[in-house]
């Protein structure tokens, strides 16, 4: 690679890119004017909130005692409420004609229950709408008098006051909170003079007194609240920042047939794609550093006039610290975005197209980003190798202060981002070496002309396409029929139809019916080829081999990401479901081969088979996998079944049957089921366990140290052995193909010497 090409790719593109108005207008001239008017209209907003009169209407206002008096001159009483509250709250008296509906409420009250109380909630809607009020405030029956315990029966009356707001309407909803602080306060006052007059101790009835103080100071509460902001804007304007260069350097380039002359240059297809992604990463980090700059600057400005006005909202200018970490991070994370923006621009054959490429990115990018907002969200070993989450977390701690949680996890978090961008710049490479992807067909794209194409273009394997499309059925028919079916099974018998239908309608059924319909021969599109023995025999042993790395590898995820509470009260039950079996027969069937013979004919069947059709079969093996995993609803069995998804794919991939992947298959889920089912007297009794089992904490049963290591080996070498052993094969069949012309060759030399 000459970097002096990459270069002067670099200076060209952006010097196209600095005179396109739209990409100007969206990096540097929107965060300037953005955030400034934002912070005007929430400081717009504050004052409504805390500035906007209310009208409150009192029915009984005589009701109510002398001393402790809640309204005095016809406003709330000063006691009660602060200046600035009792000059908000316009107090509206009961009229005459208030006793009727007074009455009628009471009566509500007395019996909720009563024929056609829905009609009095209504009616009250209307009285409150026709009076224009935000709270009506009831006081039913008389509250005089603080002494309310009646000496003869040792009983105290207890007197109400309703209030009533309508939770559809801000203002409605803002009295009701003012309101309430003003009863609170009241209500506190009221209960001491009633204790004080019936010589009741204050004491006796508060108990222990109760302090509840912050000790958090004000620059930590602004950096725990920025934390969580800037971290989202920053990832959010960069992905942004960069997909909008990225169409215009693809797929405007194509619009306006520049793009053919750039391909044809001395430049390597390689030099042109960095070149571009250098500048899509330019655009990227300047949108994301001026929107940065912007909201500090907003915050320096406005938000401490929000803060100033709005009591508890302890909001400050971010830390300088915060914008040096996220400035840092903000290099490999534009470098993501932006290669993953560039590799799906090249897709798209105009800017119109290009824009739709958008929202796929959006919603997965979204849920990543959001995933560190949550407040449970924290930053472990789990969430640390999360793309784009465990930046964003790790980010949240750097910010908040918190250096020595944040540099245990340094090292995954960003091992995890180089590898995706490494990944994602390795896509924009190849993108840029595919004619298919930069130069696709002209026809326009519609799901009816997707399907009737698959439908005429039969062949005997699946298309990708075909492929694709069953892993979709796939997983959109287990997400609803895994509703259907309804709660946890009661009995062996339900749990075993159960998954048996489950199997049957979301797995089976989309693999056997698109194999019969979409390819012209259904047995070689599902790789139900014969193998020899040896092969079969090798497949079971490797799967014996591999059992103790898989059951260690599972209990790495279970500490990497833990079971909660309500999925270990399922595996208790689960437990007592499987121990009401007929035998183990019936739970190695249900749980072992079953599932290992339809789930091996869609997915290294079917699917693989037409995945193999992107002419790399670790690319196919990989997406299978994928998709393998994500049919399994539990996140931890995902990963775990992700894993073993790219054994079976080697050995279908290499054997070109489904023999031995069911065989593997079955013979992996039967040691599982056979472990977990493993007690003290099995142990015992046999020599061979006794050495490669042994039983931690005297609660169940796992492979030893030795065993996991000399099996791992073992199951290693068996895979290198599957990897190569058909490429032996297709060598020897090559050269002997080749000797002959060679021999020709040779002759028709000596001839003519």
């Known amino acids: 690679m000459k970097w002096s090409n990459v270069k002067l790719i670099f200076s060209r593109e952006m010097r196209d890119q600095m005179r396109d108005r739209r990409t100007l207008f969206t990096v540097a001239v ?15 907003v504050s004052q409504f909130m805390r500035e906007h009169p209310t009208d409150i209407w009192i029915v009984g206002a005589e009701n109510l005692p002398e001393s402790p008096a809640l309204v005095v001159n016809g406003k709330v009483n000063a006691n009660f409420a602060n200046a600035k509250d009792q000059k908000l709250m316009h107090l509206i008296a009961s009229q005459e004609d208030d006793r009727e509906f007074k009455s009628l409420i009471e009566k509500f009250k007395q019996d909720p229950d009563a024929h056609g109380s829905h009609l009095i909630d209504q009616l009250l809607e209307e009285q409150m709408a026709s009076r224009n009020v935000d709270l009506a405030v009831v006081i039913p029956s008389n509250i005089d008098s603080p002494r309310m315990i009646d000496a003869e029966s ?13 939770s559809s309407k801000d203002k409605s909803k803002i009295a009701a909170l003012r309101f309430s602080d003003v009863i609170a306060a009241w209500q506190r006052t009221f209960v001491g003079a009633v204790l004080h007059e019936n010589n009741v101790p204050q004491m006796l009835i508060r108990g222990v007194a109760v302090t509840n103080s912050d000790v958090a100071d004000k620059a930590g509460v602004s950096a725990a609240m920025w934390s969580k902001i800037l971290p989202f804007i920053v990832m959010i304007w960069s992905l942004t920042g960069a997909f909008y260069p990225a ?18 240059s001395p430049a390597k297809r390689s030099e042109i794609a960095i070149g571009k992604l250098m500048t899509v990463i330019s655009f990227s980090m300047a949108t994301a550093l001026l ?9 320096l400005f406005v938000y401490s006039r929000l803060t100033g006005g709005m009591e508890g909202l302890a909001m400050g200018p971010p830390p300088i610290t915060a914008i040096l970490w996220l400035v840092i991070a903000l290099i490999p994370i534009s470098a993501l975005f932006s290669a993953v923006a560039l590799a799906a621009a090249a897709f798209a054959r105009s800017s119109k197209e290009g824009q739709y490429y958008l929202v796929p990115l959006m919603m997965i990018s979204m849920p990543l980003m959001m995933i560190p907002m949550l407040p449970a969200a924290k930053l472990d070993l789990g969430t640390s190798l999360i793309p784009v989450s465990g930046l964003m977390l790790l980010l949240r701690g750097l910010i908040e202060g918190q250096y020595e949680q944040s540099l245990q996890f340094f090292a995954p978090v960003c091992g995890v981002t180089l590898l995706c961008c490494w990944l994602s710049i390795r896509w924009v490479i190849h993108q840029f070496n595919s004619e298919t992807v930069l130069f696709p067909a002209s026809e326009r794209f519609g799901i009816g002309a997707w399907v009737k194409q698959i439908a005429s273009q039969r062949s005997d394997l699946p298309s990708v396409g075909s492929a694709l499309l069953c892993c979709i059925m796939i997983l959109v028919l287990s997400f609803f029929v895994s509703f259907s079916l309804g709660g946890v099974p009661d009995s062996f018998l339900s749990f075993s139809k159960m998954t048996i239908t489950q199997l049957l309608i979301t797995v089976l059924v989309p693999a056997l019916f698109m194999a019969l319909m979409l390819s012209n021969n259904p047995r070689k599109s599902l790789r139900l080829n014969t193998c020899s023995v040896p092969i079969a025999c090798a497949a079971v042993i490797m799967a014996i081999c591999f059992h103790p790395l898989f059951m260690a590898f599972r209990e790495f995820v279970m500490i990497v990401y833990p079971m909660t509470a309500d999925m270990s009260g399922f595996e208790t039950a689960f437990e007592n479901i499987l121990a009401g079996a007929p035998g183990i027969w019936a739970i190695l069937l249900v749980m072992a081969i079953l599932p290992a013979i339809i789930e091996e004919l869609a997915f290294r069947g079917f699917i693989l088979s037409g995945l193999e059709s992107l002419k790399n079969k670790w690319q196919a093996i990989a997406i299978a996998s994928l998709f393998f995993g994500l049919s399994h609803s539990i996140i931890q069995q995902s990963i775990i079944t992700g894993v073993v998804g790219v054994i079976l794919g080697i050995v279908a991939v290499q054997t070109r049957s489904i023999i031995p992947c069911i065989l593997f298959h079955a013979t992996h889920n039967s040691l599982t089921v056979l472990l977990s089912q493993t007690q ?8 061979f366990l006794s050495r490669i089992l042994h039983s931690p904490e005297s609660v169940g049963y796992e492979y030893s140290i030795v065993a996991t290591v000399v099996m791992g080996t073992l199951a290693i070498s068996l895979l290198v052995w599957f990897i190569k052993f058909p490429a032996v094969e297709t060598a020897k069949k090559s050269e002997g193909h080749h000797a002959p012309p060679d021999l020709e060759t040779l002759g028709h030399k000596t001839a003519k010497a």
Do not use: W
């Not at 929107?30 to 717009?44: E, K, T």
């Not at 940065?292 to 600057?297: D, E, G």
């Not at 003290?680 to 020599?687: A, E, K, L, M, R």
């Open 30 to 44: 929107l965060p300037i004017i953005l955030y400034p008017l934002m912070g005007m209209a929430m400081l717009q």
């Open 247 to 264: 169409i215009d350097l693809c797929a405007g380039e194509k619009e306006r047939g520049t793009f053919e002359t750039l391909l044809s």
């Open 154 to 166: 040792g009983t105290a009356a207890q007197p109400k006051i309703y209030i009533f707001h309508n």
């Open 680 to 687: 003290s007297h099995h142990v015992d009794g046999s020599p």
């Open 291 to 299: 929107n940065l700059m912007s909201m500090a600057f907003t915050g």
